[in-house]
C-alpha cells in the first residue's frame, strides 16, 4: 500500500473507496459542522446517474447518513429495516446501501442471489462491530467451556455486529436481536438456557437486563477479549447471568450523566430522550429510552411547544431539529461529534459509485460466504420468530 511519510511513522494512503484503515475508527473526533460537498456538481452528476440507473439501483439510507447523501435514498430507515426492504426489492439487481458494512453485509444475507449490494466506501466500518472479532468470540467460548458454562450460555448479538459473528450465534444456539427487542430476545434466550453472553455492546445488554428483565447489576458481568479468560474467574461466570462483552458504540458511549446534569440546567422543563446503547447511568437519568425509531416516532408526535434533549447520532438530532422546528431539539452533549466511520458514505463516494454501475462496472460489493450466510440468516430466523415487538434497531 502506497504510505506518505511524516516523521518516524508512515500513514496509509487509501483510495478513494477501495481501501481501509481498521484502526482508524478508534477514538475519531469529529467537533463542528461538517464541510460542504468540495464539487457544487456532484449532486447534479448523482440525480443524472440515478435516473440513468433507474429501477436497476436501490438506494438505502441510514438514519445516521449526512443530508447530502440522504436526499438521494429511496427508503430511510435503521440497519436491519433498510435490509428488509432491500428483500423486498428482488427485482432491483443493485442495491447501493449508505451505511456501514454490517448493515451491507446484513442486506446481502436478506436478499436473493440475483441481487449485489454495494457500500460506497470500504472504510465505512463500525467501531462497535469491530470490538467483537471472531477469533476474540471463539477464544471466549472455549473459555466458558473451561469454566464448565458454555453449555448453560446462549450467545445473543446485536444488530450491529459482523456476518461471522451473527452466524457464530446461529451455529451455537443463539439468535440477534435490535434494541427494541431486546428484552424479548433475552426472555427466549433465559428459556433456552441459564445465563447469556451478550455481544458486542455491553451498554444494551446491561441496560435490557437490569431495567427490563429485574437482572441486578451484580449478575452481570463484563468479558474482556484482551485479558486471559476475559479477566473473570470461574466463580464469577458461575455467579454471572449476562456476560456482556466490552464493547460500545463510539457515539452514544460519549454521552455522560453530566450531560443529562448539565441540559437539565440550562434548558428548563427539557425532556431527556436517550438510545439504549447509552451507559448505564445516563439511561437511568434519561426520562425515556428506546431505539433510533422510538425516538424519531416520540418526536414526531410530541406536543408543539415542549423542549427534548437527544442522546443519538448528532446528524439525526440535527435532521429532526430542522423537520420539527414547533419544537426545542437539542443534541444532549455540548461537544458536537457525529460517527465518524457513516460520514465516510459522502457524496464523493456515492456519485463514484453510481457512475461505476452507469459505466457497467460494480464497485465494492459486499459478499458473504455461503456458510456464513446460512448460519447467520438461521440466528435472524431465531430473531424474527420471538413474539411481539417489529424488531428496529
Known amino acids: 500500500m502506497t504510505t506518505i511519510a511524516d516523521g ?4 496509509p494512503l487509501l483510495f478513494l473507496g477501495q481501501s481501509t484503515d481498521p484502526h482508524s475508527e478508534r477514538g475519531v473526533e469529529c467537533p463542528g ?11 447534479e452528476r448523482a440525480l443524472k446517474a440515478k435516473a440513468t440507473l433507474g429501477d436497476q439501483v436501490f438506494v438505502l439510507g441510514h438514519h445516521y447518513q449526512r443530508d447530502e447523501v440522504i436526499q438521494f435514498a429511496d427508503v430511510t430507515g435503521d440497519s436491519f429495516k433498510l435490509a428488509r426492504d432491500a428483500a423486498a426489492r428482488p427485482d432491483a439487481p443493485y442495491i447501493v446501501f449508505c451505511g456501514v458494512h454490517f448493515m451491507a453485509e446484513s442486506a446481502d444475507i436478506l436478499t436473493n442471489d440475483q441481487q449485489t449490494v454495494i457500500l460506497p466506501d470500504l ?32 450467545p445473543v448479538t446485536y444488530m450491529n455486529s ?6 457464530f450465534c446461529g451455529r451455537n444456539g443463539g439468535a440477534v436481536c435490535t434494541s427494541s427487542n431486546a428484552d424479548t430476545a433475552l426472555e427466549w434466550a433465559f428459556e433456552q438456557g441459564e445465563k447469556v453472553l451478550f455481544l458486542p455492546d455491553q451498554h444494551l445488554g446491561r441496560n435490557t437486563a437490569v431495567l427490563k428483565m429485574g437482572i441486578s447489576l451484580d449478575e452481570c458481568v463484563v468479558y474482556d477479549p484482551h485479558k486471559p479468560g476475559g479477566g473473570l474467574t470461574r466463580e464469577q461466570l458461575a455467579a454471572a447471568k449476562m456476560i456482556l462483552w466490552r464493547g460500545h458504540c463510539s457515539v452514544h458511549g460519549r454521552f455522560t450523566a453530566a450531560s443529562v446534569d448539565d441540559v437539565r440546567a440550562r434548558v428548563p422543563g427539557v425532556n431527556v430522550i436517550v438510545h439504549p446503547e447509552c ?8 426520562d425515556l429510552v428506546g431505539s433510533t425509531e422510538y425516538i424519531i ?4 408526535t410530541a406536543e408543539p411547544g415542549t423542549s427534548w434533549a437527544v442522546g443519538t447520532e448528532l446528524n439525526l438530532v440535527q435532521r429532526l431539529a430542522k423537520q420539527h422546528t414547533d419544537k426545542n431539539i437539542v443534541f444532549l452533549d455540548k461537544t458536537v461529534c457525529y460517527c465518524a466511520t457513516m460520514n465516510r458514505i459522502d457524496l464523493p463516494h456515492f456519485v463514484w459509485a ?17 456458510d456464513t450466510e446460512k448460519y447467520a440468516k438461521l440466528a ?10 417489529t424488531a428496529q434497531d
Open 33 to 43: 459542522a461538517l464541510p460542504p460537498a468540495s464539487d457544487p456538481d456532484l449532486v
Open 123 to 154: 472504510a465505512a466500518g463500525c467501531s462497535m462491530a469491530d470490538m467483537a472479532r471472531i477469533q476474540q468470540v471463539e477464544a471466549a467460548w472455549d473459555a466458558l467451556a473451561d469454566a464448565g458454562v458454555a453449555d448453560v450460555t446462549v
Open 279 to 286: 451507559r448505564h447511568d445516563v439511561v437511568v437519568k434519561a
Open 354 to 370: 453510481l457512475e461505476n454501475l452507469v459505466a457497467g462496472h460494480v464497485v465494492n460489493p459486499i459478499t458473504v460466504d455461503a
Open 8 to 11: 518516524p511513522k508512515s500513514l
Open 162 to 167: 459482523s456476518a461471522d459473528i451473527k452466524a
Open 297 to 300: 416516532q416520540t418526536l414526531e
Open 380 to 389: 435472524l430466523d431465531r430473531m424474527l420468530a420471538l413474539p411481539g415487538k
